[in-house]
């Protein structure tokens, strides 16, 4: 199983400045915007992933956990982890030459030979490997980890993360300075 994992911290000191006089309010208005950000450039991944290997966000989103940033330690942490996906949730369909799914960038590809089965009731696309056609294997597409790390994700994941961090300090300033 593979585990990545992608941090947020910014520069801070200038809102720390202009705070230092109210206890706590520099890490109260800091942790608030980047909870925000970490979970807006989550949002951001699931979708980018979603859209290129054709599955449902909440297929997507089992993969992915957030580790808040807290008072004391200003970091907030998107890890993705998991292992390669079922064939059968890539939009897998039979054929007689064997199984088609949807790869990445939404072309179909066939897989030659394969089938669709239900064996202990689990259902996916298996296909028979060695000489005497067995033993029978699950096939497997791409990783979520593997999509995750795609530059255009990456990409995708820092222009989120600088205007939406921008958006949100300013709010979460405006609010702290209200409420105080």
Do not use: C
Request: overall charge positive; charged content about 30%; proline content about 2%.
């Amino acid at each position: 199983m593979l585990s990545i994992s992608v941090s947020i911290k910014k520069d801070t000191r200038e809102v720390e400045r202009m705070l230092k006089n109210l206890k706590g309010g520099a890490d109260k208005v800091i942790t608030r915007a980047l909870n925000k950000t970490i979970k807006q450039v989550e949002s951001a991944a699931v979708k980018g992933i979603a859209k290129n290997i054709r599955v449902t966000q909440r297929a997507v989103r089992t993969s992915i956990k957030i580790t808040r940033a807290r008072y004391r330690q200003k970091t907030a942490v998107i890890t993705v982890s998991g292992k390669r996906m079922p064939i059968i949730l890539l939009g897998a369909r039979q054929t007689r030459r064997g199984v088609t799914y949807k790869g990445q960038g939404g072309r179909r590809k066939l897989i030659p030979n394969a089938f669709i089965a239900t064996i202990n009731r689990h259902k996916g696309v298996f296909k028979r490997v060695g000489r005497k056609k067995l033993p029978i294997v699950e096939l497997r597409g791409v990783s979520i980890p593997y999509v995750f790390l795609q530059k255009h994700i990456q990409r995708a994941m820092d222009n989120e993360a600088s205007i939406r961090w921008k958006k949100n300090l300013a709010h979460e300033l405006k609010w702290f300075i209200r409420n105080a």
